[in-house]
């Protein structure tokens, strides 16, 4: 059960759309707190402190570049934990099983195939006609 779950998150698309969703959205949420409680009042500070910190005003408009700035760190910060936590191990999996250290997913063997084959020709030779009760079948003579 373990080696199927394992072969179906190996395959194709389905571990970007699990980055892309579950990551993506989770993570933002913490880094974006975390850059809005601790970087942006740091930024504020460099900009001057106070309620005008990390602002500019020009012809009565305030221009927030703190806000800016914090977006960008989040950006990054979201990029490199996607990229170290997610990415680079899965890379690393993906090349040891191109190189064979790795097991990738099992083909059925013949004997399996074959077992199949039978039972589908098996279905296909009961079908609704022969069941019980004779559902299907006309009334007429």
Known sequence: MIKGFKDFLLRGNVVDLAVAV????AF??????????FLEPLIA???????????????????DWAAFVNAVITFVLTAAVVYFVVVLP?????????????????APTQVELLAEIRDLLRAQQQGPDRSEGGVGRTGSA
């Not at 933002?28 to 409680?37: E, R």
């Not at 899965?90 to 099992?106: F, L, N, Q, S, Y």
């Open 45 to 63: 500070l460099v900009g001057g402190g106070g309620l005008e910190g990390g602002t500019f005003t020009v012809d009565g408009q305030v221009f």
């Open 90 to 106: 899965m890379k690393t999996i993906v090349e040891r099983r191109r190189r064979g250290e790795e097991a990738g997913p099992v």
């Open 28 to 37: 933002t949420a913490v880094v974006g707190q975390f850059t809005a409680s």
């Open 22 to 25: 579950v990551i993506g959205a």
